[in-house]
């Protein structure tokens, strides 16, 4: 009994440790550096319309990553299809190399990077980031885990150009992040990102032999990777929306998709507080 309760104590003080650490504090938005290669800003208008900036700059794009999750508004969007369009050019057009788009700044004092992706992001280490983006996509929308065979030929797709789809492929199109906030509440970053609230055409064309079976009103966000304080970066995406209160013409950003990275801190906090947790039972034991 004395050793549960001990146990029960210590484990109380690391939760109370790192939550006091970042209690109540109020959401601190990015400092925006810069951004590197070619970035669209979709600012927001009479009635919640977005429209494409015709001359982007970096204060306004300061500027539209000023929302929250209880108002997204506009948004900055990372590169386009991968990388594989042509700067300037009206049409799609391949590039040779495809490029990155990079988004640079600092959130709660930490430096912070986000980026576009190109396909080897996908493909490294075994698909490893397809695959759990696919199978992330069909638990959450009511399709089951996927087994081996049906993943296999999922992610074959997610590589094909597709007629429906303008020439591209699925992977392009969730490649280029439209961000619509980033910010630092307590010691945990939230990154905004603006998609379709009802995404079920997408992942029609994600899943083609399981397309009679994906849900009305699926969900599905693009992809951001996303380096905080100089730790190697991750690649953050949800299935969750709200619905933002904003929209195109083609009826695009009108869900905000939200996620989180903890910041460095807390991780050391909650490591520290882990390791009085295992000393302390040792000593109890």
Do not use: C
Request: charged content about 15%.
């Amino acid at each position: 009994m004395k050793v549960s309760r001990s146990k029960t104590r210590i484990a109380l003080a690391v939760v109370a440790t790192v939550a006091s650490a970042g209690a109540l504090a109020a959401p601190v938005p990015m400092v925006l550096g810069g951004i590197s290669n070619p970035y669209t800003i979709w600012t927001e208008g009479p009635a919640g319309t977005l429209a494409k900036d015709p001359t982007p700059t970096i204060p306004e794009a300061a500027a539209a990553l000023a929302g929250n999750a209880a108002a997204p508004g506009s948004n900055v969007e990372l590169n386009k299809f991968g990388g594989y369009i042509a700067p300037g050019v009206p049409n799609p057009i391949p590039s040779p190399v495809p490029t990155v788009t990079t988004m640079t700044g600092t959130v709660g004092g930490k430096a912070i990077t986000l980026s576009s992706l190109v396909k080897d992001d996908w493909t490294a280490d075994m698909d490893s980031l397809a695959r759990r983006y696919i199978q992330g996509a069909a638990v959450n929308n009511g399709l089951g885990a996927l087994n081996p065979t049906d993943l296999g030929a999922a992610v074959t797709a997610f590589y094909l150009p597709t007629v429906s789809l303008g020439g591209f492929a699925p992977w392009q199109f969730v490649s280029d992040p439209n961000i619509s906030y980033v910010n630092i509440d307590g010691h945990v970053v939230s990154i905004g990102l603006a998609g379709f609230f009802n995404a079920t055409e997408i992942l029609k064309k994600l899943f083609p032999d399981q397309a009679g079976d994906v849900p009305a009103n699926a969900k599905a966000s693009e992809v951001v990777k996303v380096s905080l304080g100089g730790l190697p970066a991750e690649y953050l995406f949800g299935f969750i929306a709200t619905e933002s209160g904003v929209s195109t013409a083609d009826g695009s950003y009108t869900g905000n998709y939200e996620v989180h990275i903890p910041e460095p801190a807390s991780l050391a906090l909650l490591g520290l507080g882990l390791v009085g947790l295992f000393v302390g039972r040792r000593r109890l034991v």
